[in-house]
């Protein structure tokens, strides 16, 4: 799917070709008689079906990098919109677009992510539509509904990523999981599948004679494009309690009642998924080699898009909401105070998310506003306001407190220095953010922080973090050079490295 992983998926094709009846006679695409094929597999975990259908894409990978001519789309579906950006295989931009999802988005989250979805797909032109040889998006971590894998219907709305479940789905999540796993906080996704569980949702729809499922955002969004209801991403997975070290999902959960409504396929962000179906090919006027990638979440997308490739190094992503992670030796995972840590490489991505960020700055002032008053503002004079800035009751990370009160007040009469004491508030909980990750065991302690998000873009709110953190921060506005990903320690990228650099070029809100 990508430039610098051709040799993975050209070694795959050729292992699987060998085993084939007179290949050369035999089409990249859908004709490559999987029936026929004779694979010794390497791992008794990979599955006949699972390798030859990989065989099968890498195969549509092969023919459409021999074209020369591909274009690759990724797609960010965040708190308050989405994004799209096409890129070649030299990581040229060659589109970027976005939109929101409109003002009553609430009343339906579904059908405003998949007009999201159809309306960013149509502004491609349609030239490098029919170019596209490669799919792939991320959600927000924790959102997830359930879904009739027969046919799409949804059998519950969606629950967002910061929707926090009662007591009874929590306490019967800490019942089955280990102490303090990150599946067991409020806002979990394995939270939410209890939740249904316990309202008898899944089991109604079930008797009914449907195929109750769960997706999350980014793999109901996929399926949109590949009709594939079965599969997910480690990313994705991680707050359900999918194991990534080990790469399933662990005793003490398959062998639940709810189970049954997991994804059974769950793979590498980044790495092929299926081909698009032939109604989305049609719909979109994208090429029936088109591969969709496995996705993975907002913030993660964010970090991987920063090229960071050093422990200590980390990213905040300062849009609607402030999520950090940071590289680590170690993994940390703490779900008293929403902490958790994906896999990548021989790394650890640690990281949490607040529910302080943009989205208050919105409840005050107009960008406009916001552009007037930064410039009154002075770094190097501290208001002493101690804010603790939220929207509504309720913070996730460092503190996990599903009562926790904004404070905002008092409000001083400048409106200059009201927006200074939000900057601060904001930069204060972001530095506790790294200090809490230290504490709970990622090594070493932070050493720099990229920004991606729209908060990237304000020089003096860059320098109070700065300030309040003790270490550089810099701005990723919009990265450019994905292709320039250093090499990870030991002299080897990740694949979900490779992947999701070029394949999933995404600019954060």
Known sequence: ICK????????????????????????????????????????????????????????????AKMGGDAAYLGMDFGTSGARATV????????????????????????????????????????????????????????????VDRSTGAQLAAPLLYNAAMGEKAVAMAKEIAPASH?????????????????????????????????????????????????????NNALKLGFDPGCEEYPDWLASQAFATLFPPRVIAPGSPSSLVSPQAAAHFGLPDTCVVGGGTTDSIAAFVAAGVSEPGQAVTSLG??????????????????GVYSHRLGDSWL???????????????????????????????????????????????????????????TPRPSDDAHFLQGIFEGVANIEAGAY???????????????????????????????????????????????????PSWPGGQRSNIINDLAELMFFVKF
């Not at 998926?9 to 035999?26: G, V, W």
């Not at 067991?184 to 249904?196: D, E, P, R, Y």
């Not at 609607?320 to 105070?337: G, I, Y």
């Open 182 to 234: 990150t599946a067991t906080a409020s806002t979990s996704t394995l939270c939410k599948v209890i939740h249904w569980h316990l309202e008898g949702v899944w089991q109604a729809a079930q008797q009914a004679g449907k195929q109750p499922g769960l997706l999350h955002q980014a793999d109901w969004l996929a399926s949109l494009l590949h009709a594939d209801r079965l599969v997910t991403d480690w």
């Open 87 to 146: 890129i070649d295989d030299d990581g040229q931009v060659l589109v970027d677009t976005k939109c929101d999802y409109g003002a009553k988005a609430e009343e339906d989250w579904a059908a405003a992510w998949e007009r999201a979805l159809n309306d960013l797909i149509l502004q491609v032109p349609s030239a490098l539509r029919s170019r596209c040889q490669g799919i792939a998006l991320d959600g927000t971590s924790a959102t997830a509904m359930l």
């Open 320 to 337: 609607s909401t402030l999520a950090v992670k940071m590289l680590s030796t170690t993994r940390a995972d703490d779900a008293a105070f």
């Open 435 to 485: 200090e809490q990750l230290h504490r709970l065991g990622a090594q070493p302690r932070v050493t720099e922080v990229h920004t991606a998000g729209g908060g990237a873009a304000n020089d003096k709110w860059s320098a109070i973090r700065a300030e309040a953190i003790g270490v550089p921060v810099l701005n990723l506005f919009m990265a450019k050079h994905l292709m320039a990903l």
């Open 4 to 63: 610098h992983n051709w040799n993975i998926h050209i070694m795959l094709l050729k292992h699987q070709l060998s085993h084939l009846d007179n290949p050369l006679k035999h089409s990249p695409l859908a004709s490559v008689p999987l029936q026929k094929a004779k694979c010794s597999f390497p791992s008794p975990c990979i599955s006949k079906r699972r390798w030859s259908k990989q065989a099968k894409l890498a195969a549509v990978c092969f023919a």
């Open 350 to 408: 640690v990281g949490g998310a607040s529910n302080t960020g943009g989205a208050v700055l919105r409840q005050y002032f107009t960008d406009d506003q916001l552009v007037k008053l930064t410039e009154r503002i002075d770094p190097k004079t501290p208001t002493g306001l101690d804010y603790y800035p939220l929207t509504k009751p309720g913070e996730r990370f460092p503190i996990n407190d599903p009562s926790m009160q904004p404070r905002l």
